[in-house]
């Protein structure tokens, strides 16, 4: 059986001041600022003891890890592999991460993901139990791009596009940018040897840091209520939930983050990053720098929803957008929360599958990704935009 972690549980709920409780609630969880600071709003009425929890998260997040030993005894910990020495790097501004560097070099928060299909075995089937796929026995789960002094890296990404003409019903023509997946068009420069047999690689872009304290109080209740695995109610849309292995709670349930929506929960999420994208590795570490990094990412506003487009609101209602991206939950202190998303994994075709399962989700599942904030990307990136999908290669 692999090896399971228990972190004790982050135990939040926005521990309002007395005071805060009389204010409007889109006061406390909303911001309407125009900055490329709009994600990193902490929500209103922290009392003293949250505040300083947020703090030192905040630091944990932002300042970057070093290798132990170091003179410094709070951040030492990274590697000796890692992808980034900063949560920061990945997600620039809490926001979405760029798919390249100023530079024009591939950025870490472009990562690659390692798997293989189960021989069957009962170690194979306890890993996919509570890891939820299977990490080759060469490199791992994830590729490590940077080494500490004297470490070797493991690999570089590569990422090669083809053009690809796409017709409309009406006619219509354009021209999209696929990546190639063939192997060596994805990775190159392996240091420690060939990738195992048979070994199933799927990029993903570090995603924006936005609500993820609200979509933890959604219930397990909520999400399956929209649960439709069979197209019962004909809409020609069927939808699932993740059922997941959760190490902070050392137990099975909703999994509500990543792209297969493969975690139940932000510690969950902070843990799984801390040691794949960092390598952060003092034992230590689990307990009060995990809590708090979560805790801080809990604990951040989310933008105000300010929908001016109608037409594009009745186009967007009309198409049957709103099947998968629900605009709306109701938490059960009566917020109404807007992530425009059901939370549950839909068939998005074997043109998007990745080759990849993670516990329930197949291979050509994905969670319906929440919208809310979308229109902030360009002020979180800043400059970054403009590279975001500018200056790759052909084929």
């Not at 922290?46 to 932002?62: I, R």
């Not at 695995?229 to 050392?250: C, E, F, L, Q």
């Not at 975690?263 to 995990?290: F, I, K, N, W």
Request: glycine share 8%; aromatic share 8%.
């Amino acid at each position: 059986m692999p090896k399971r972690h228990s972190y004790s549980i982050v135990i939040w709920g926005l521990l309002l001041a007395s005071s805060a409780l009389a204010q409007p609630m889109d006061s406390i969880y909303t911001t309407g600022i125009n900055t490329n600071k709009v994600l990193m709003q902490e929500v209103e009425g922290l009392n003293d003891e949250a505040q300083d929890k947020a703090m030192l998260g905040f630091s944990f997040y932002h300042i970057p890890w070093v290798a132990s030993p170091a003179s410094t005894t709070a951040r030492d910990g990274l590697g000796p592999l890692y992808n980034a020495n900063t949560c920061i790097a990945c997600h620039p501004n809490n926001g979405v991460g760029s798919v390249y560097e100023d530079r024009g070099n591939i950025s870490p928060a472009y990562i690659l993901k390692l798997s293989i299909e189960s021989n069957g075995s009962m170690a194979h089937e306890s890993e996919l139990k509570y890891n939820g796929f299977i990490a080759p026995s060469a490199y791992g789960g994830q590729i490590s791009t940077q080494g500490i002094s004297a470490v070797l890296y493991e690999a570089k990404p590569r990422l090669v596009y083809v053009d690809k003409e796409i017709a409309y019903p009406d006619g219509t023509k354009v021209q999209l940018s696929q990546p190639r997946t063939e192997t060596e068009r994805m990775i190159g420069d392996l240091q420690y040897g060939a990738l195992s047999e048979g070994t199933i690689i799927s990029p993903r872009l570090a995603p924006a840091l936005i609500g993820l304290g609200l979509l933890e109080l959604l219930s397990d209740a909520q999400i399956l209520a929209n649960e439709d695995r069979d197209d019962s109610n004909g809409d020609g849309i069927s939808g699932k939930a993740n059922r997941v292995y959760s190490p902070s709670y050392d137990d099975f349930r909703v999994g509500r983050y990543t792209s297969k929506a493969s975690v139940a929960s932000v510690l969950d999420q902070t843990a799984m990053a801390g040691h794949e994208d960092m390598g952060l590795t003092r034992e230590d570490l689990p307990q009060h720098r995990l809590e708090a990094i979560a805790f801080y990412l809990q604990n951040l506003k989310v933008p105000k929803s300010i929908i001016r487009q109608k037409e594009g609101e009745k186009l967007f209602t009309s198409l049957s957008c709103i099947h998968c991206h629900r605009p709306a939950f109701t938490l059960d202190n009566g917020y109404v929360i807007r992530p425009f998303s059901d939370m549950l994994l839909h068939d998005m075709g074997e043109g998007l599958s990745d080759g990849r399962s993670e516990f329930d989700a197949s291979q050509r599942e994905w969670r319906t990704a929440p919208l809310w904030g979308i229109g902030k990307s360009s002020l979180t990136l800043g400059k970054r935009q403009i590279i975001y999908m500018m200056g790759e290669p052909k084929a």
